[in-house]
């Protein structure tokens, strides 16, 4: 088993037949970090293979002239180092980065993260053991004081965050 971003998820089962996308797990998961105002974004960097999220940034924000991918590792480094005007960060990110601002994604939802599990695991006592405790868990991780517990960050960044963990059956 393992979480991954949608197009990775989709890559890995067309490549593997022994795996399938059991479901999505997050929605909204990543925010735009910026300084200033969000209509001064012009150069945006989003992380490596993150193609999916290209539609996402210019149905939202069509001020932006140019997108570009860089090495997730290296995107806080980018902005900070004024490279980009503005990031797409996974949420838990977000803390790391001191001074900046951060805007949802899109309005709409769309799927951040997927689960994908060896085909011959899904019907084992140990699965569904794991699907009652992950369910489990993201009833606490969906209420937002919980969120702010484990990541901090202040009442206006989860104003401006619509981050949803999905149950799975």
């Not at 004081?145 to 799975?168: Q, R, V």
């Amino acid at each position: 088993m393992a979480f991954y971003c949608n197009h990775m998820a989709l890559h890995l089962v067309r490549a593997n037949a022994d795996f399938e996308i059991y479901g999505p797990v997050i929605m909204n998961g990543e925010v735009i970090a910026y300084k200033g105002d969000v209509s001064n974004i012009h150069r945006l960097g989003i992380g490596q293979k993150r193609e999916h999220l290209h539609r996402l940034i210019k149905k939202n924000y069509n001020h932006i002239d140019e997108i570009v991918e860089i090495q997730p590792a290296s995107l806080a480094y980018s902005l900070e180092g004024e490279q980009i005007d503005g990031a797409v960060l996974d949420i838990s990110k977000a803390p790391l980065l001191h001074g900046f601002k951060f805007a949802s994604l899109s309005e709409d939802d769309y799927i951040s993260y997927s689960l994908i599990v060896r085909k011959d695991v899904i019907n084992t006592k140990v699965f569904q053991e794991f699907l009652m405790a992950y369910n489990k868990t993201i009833e606490e991780l969906n209420k937002v004081k919980t969120l702010k517990e484990y990541i901090g960050m202040p009442k206006e960044f989860w104003d401006n965050t619509n981050i949803k963990f999905l149950s799975l059956e």
